[in-house]
């Protein structure tokens, strides 16, 4: 602590935390210019667009997407492929594959106990991968490649792509309806949020750190430990942001909804000065 003057009267400075900025600057790409994140996906090493015919992959060295041909499967979307870990899947129905990644090859998969099925709603808790979809509700044998019918308690009719994760808990969020999940219980209990109330887990996405909510001028970031959605400011967004549309290429984050693309930059500023009487 240092005092200073002011005026003739005596304050005291003090260094407070580091701030950052949290802007949205346009971006421009190679190849494809006007597409949606919602349709781009990973496998954990490359990016891709899929959206029925149209599919590509990224360069992200150069910005430059690039026609992708395929093998086994050539038109889909990236909605319906998910993953269980280790390996790649598309699921639609009774459509079902694996993608080899070194040849780009999708070759049929067949699973046991749940043979009908869309990928959009597998998800995990962190340790198994489940399936949900109103009563049907399943978790998976990797090893068999087995799905077994799976036992809920607190909520037992719901839609896997309506879960969401924050810091390793798994929460689900409809609308008005939000619960929290007890893996070690298998017990969903309700949820109460503070700050926002009314939301769906579509449009929550994360920067790597911290937990975002975004539709249109409604913009959040959660704090965990209060469970309480804080307003955010955000600089350069463009008009109807939502979460939806966000997505990583590992490195960056980008918000990509038709011919509105941005990327953004958080950077920390410097220590600011907190001056306050003695």
């Known amino acids: 602590m ?3 003057t002011y005026n003739g009267t005596p304050l005291i400075y003090t260094e407070g935390e580091d701030r950052f900025t949290s802007t949205w600057s346009k971006k421009t790409w190679k190849g494809l210019t006007s597409f949606s994140g919602t349709y781009t996906w990973t496998d954990g090493e ?4 899929s959206n029925n015919s149209n599919q590509y992959v990224l360069n992200k060295e150069t910005s430059t997407w690039s026609e992708k041909t395929w093998s086994g499967l050539t038109s889909f979307n990236a909605n319906k492929v998910w993953t269980d870990g280790d390996n790649i899947y ?3 129905g009774t459509t079902h594959r694996l993608l080899n990644k070194a040849t780009s090859t999708w070759s049929e998969k067949t699973w046991y106990g749940l043979t009908n099925f869309g990928g959009n709603n597998v998800w995990t808790d962190g340790e198994n991968i489940y399936y949900s979809s109103g009563t049907t509700q399943y978790v998976l044998d990797r090893w068999t490649a087995t799905w077994s019918k799976k036992t809920w308690t607190g909520l037992t009719e719901f839609s896997g792509f309506s879960t969401w994760t924050a810091g390793g808990t798994i929460y689900y969020s409809d ?9 070690e219980t298998s017990t969903w209990s ?3 949020w503070t700050g926002l109330n009314a939301f769906y887990a579509t449009d929550i996405w994360t920067d ?3 937990t975002y909510y975004s539709n249109g001028t409604v913009e959040r ?3 965990k430990a209060t469970s309480t ?4 400011t955000w600089s350069g967004t463009p008009s109807g942001f939502g979460g939806t549309y966000v997505w990583t290429d590992g490195d960056n984050i980008y918000y990509s909804s038709g011919s509105a693309q941005y990327v953004l930059d958080k950077e920390q500023s410097t220590k600011f000065a907190i001056y306050h009487n003695p």
């Open 2 to 4: 240092n005092t200073v």
């Open 46 to 49: 490359n990016i891709y667009f």
């Open 90 to 92: 598309y699921s639609n």
């Open 175 to 183: 609308y008005t309806t939000h619960y929290v999940l007890n893996k």
């Open 190 to 192: 309700k949820k109460t």
């Open 208 to 210: 790597g750190e911290n």
């Open 221 to 223: 970031v959660l704090n």
């Open 229 to 232: 959605w804080e307003s955010k």
